[in-house]
């Protein structure tokens, strides 16, 4: 079965900390895999999105790496700050789920002043 | 661009009441979604639709249904709500299926008692 998994599920660091956040997946056949920042009682914003042919793809602070061969994916941000508190979802695409994304199911991040 | 709207934001039904969320988006995109979030779950695909006309099964389609009727708007029914239906539903779209990033709506959070 094709599972994305987020761990740990709550993080909580000082603020002006660089910090990784984990996505792991199982099966390495990966369309694309993308990063989703969602905040309380909102939808959600993509971040990043890596084609399977990346190693990484960055946007301001962000960056975010792909190893296929090892089912796992960081998201990396740098100089964290308290506007940077909300849930980070990670979602796959495989080749073979047909249109179908999976969501791992978040890691909570807060930043502290 | 007012970008994935949907109605209503809240909702609350009795058991066996039915109802209908309406989402719409103005992107011109082919491709819309309907998922579930449910806490510690991430987020589940229900049903998705390819373009006008055009809808199919996800993850959990049982007790929903769909119509895309028009390009821009796709609607999710319950036809007789159950409290296991109780969730917050978010509508994405996107321009094509893969390599292309999903746009969120702002979510429907819906009880039934």
């Known amino acids: 079965k094709q599972e994305v998994t987020q761990i740990p599920a709550a993080l909580s660091v000082p603020e002006g900390e660089n910090l990784v956040l984990n996505c792991s997946f199982t099966?390495?056949?990966?369309?694309?895999l993308q990063w989703f920042r969602q905040d309380p009682g909102k939808g959600l914003t993509s971040l990043l999105l890596?084609?399977?042919?990346?190693r990484e793809q960055t946007s301001g602070r962000l960056n975010a790496s792909l190893d296929k061969s090892s089912g796992r994916s960081t998201l990396y941000i740098a100089a964290s700050q308290p506007g940077d508190s909300a849930t980070y979802l990670c979602?796959?695409?495989?080749?073979?789920?047909?249109?179908?994304?999976?969501f791992g199911s978040g890691t909570r991040l807060s930043i502290r002043p | 661009n007012a970008g994935v709207t949907q109605t209503p934001k809240f909702r609350v039904l009795k058991t066996g009441q039915s109802m209908t969320l309406l989402c719409a988006q103005d992107?011109?995109?082919?491709?819309m979604y309907w998922y579930r979030q449910d806490p510690g779950m991430g987020l589940r695909l229900i049903h998705y639709?390819?373009?006008?006309?055009?809808?199919a099964k996800g993850e959990v389609p049982d007790g929903y249904n769909v119509s895309r009727l028009k390009k821009q708007n796709f609607l999710l029914g319950l036809e007789s709500a159950a409290p296991s239906q109780t969730s917050v539903y978010f509508c994405?779209?996107?321009?094509?299926?893969?390599?292309?990033?999903?746009?969120f709506g702002p979510g429907t959070r819906l009880t039934v008692t």
């Open positions: 099966d390495s056949a990966i369309y694309n």
């Open positions: 994405a779209s996107s321009y094509s299926d893969r390599g292309y990033e999903q746009y």
């Open positions: 979602a796959v695409d495989w080749y073979s789920s047909a249109s179908k994304i999976i």
């Open positions: 639709s390819v373009g006008e006309g055009t809808t």
């Open positions: 992107m011109n995109h082919e491709y």
């Open positions: 890596i084609q399977s042919s990346q």
